[in-house]
């Protein structure tokens, strides 16, 4: 399958604690995106990688996030000291430059859940 | 000003009939317009996409109506399907640093088909 990569599908943790997810994105893609759904809402976007540099960051991903890419190629999203309000699905997207309109490919998501 | 207005929030239609969703934004700084669609634990796939300078997209059973001055959109699927069944998102598109793209979506719209 040569879509976007996401692991573990579903975590769950207790509160206080720290999680890391991976993103395996399409091996030609230089363009890779994280965002973050909660039950009912659309996704919205966290942060933005062009090849290892990330160039782009919402106001939504606070000091307990961090994301790397290292070389261009998979990326992580790691939260410290999670919250309950950290649960939700968080999905991560890759695209290759497009002229005109940027078709972004999404995996199936991590699903986070904090106790 | 950022936010997509997205309605309804639910819609039932019956087999062969057509299911019309609608959007609306303020920002006059989007620039390209896509529709998702996601099933229950994938993330969203791209459906139809379209850009302010048209006035209407087809694919197959799906057309896209833009109207620039009403800062209005909508999605309609022809001879619905129960395989059509799904949460479907709006989203428009801001260009970020160095071209990237942040997805502002609308809160979801789940379809249901019967037969």
């Known amino acids: 399958d040569t879509g976007v990569s996401q692991n573990p599908r579903h975590k769950i943790t207790k509160r206080g604690q720290n999680v890391t997810f991976r993103c395996d994105p399409i091996s030609e893609h230089n363009r890779l995106y994280w965002y973050r759904q909660t039950l009912g809402q659309g996704p919205e976007f966290l942060t933005y990688?062009?090849?290892?540099?990330?160039?782009?960051k919402s106001r939504l991903l606070s000091d307990r996030f961090s994301a790397e890419r290292p070389k261009g190629s998979f990326s992580t999203l790691e939260i410290q000291r999670t919250e309950q309000g950290d649960s939700a699905m968080y999905l991560c997207a890759s695209s290759g430059w497009v002229p005109k309109g940027e078709k972004l490919f999404f995996g199936s998501g991590t699903q986070l859940s904090v106790l | 000003q950022q936010q997509v207005k997205q309605s309804p929030q639910s819609l039932i239609v019956q087999k062969g009939g057509i299911s019309i969703i609608n959007c609306a934004y303020e920002n006059t700084a989007f620039d390209y317009f896509p529709w998702y669609q996601q099933f229950p634990g994938k993330g969203p796939a791209l459906l139809i996409a379209?850009?302010?300078?048209?006035s209407e997209k087809k694919e197959g059973r799906f057309t896209i109506s833009f109207n620039k001055s009403a800062k209005q959109f909508s999605l309609h699927i022809m001879d619905s399907q129960p395989g059509d069944s799904a949460t479907y998102f709006c989203?428009?598109?801001?260009?970020?640093?160095?071209?990237?793209?942040?997805?502002?979506f609308g809160k979801g719209t789940t379809l249901s088909v019967s037969s």
């Open positions: 989203a428009a598109s801001l260009i970020v640093n160095q071209a990237g793209t942040a997805l502002i």
């Open positions: 379209i850009r302010p300078d048209v």
């Open positions: 990688f062009q090849n290892e540099a990330q160039l782009e």
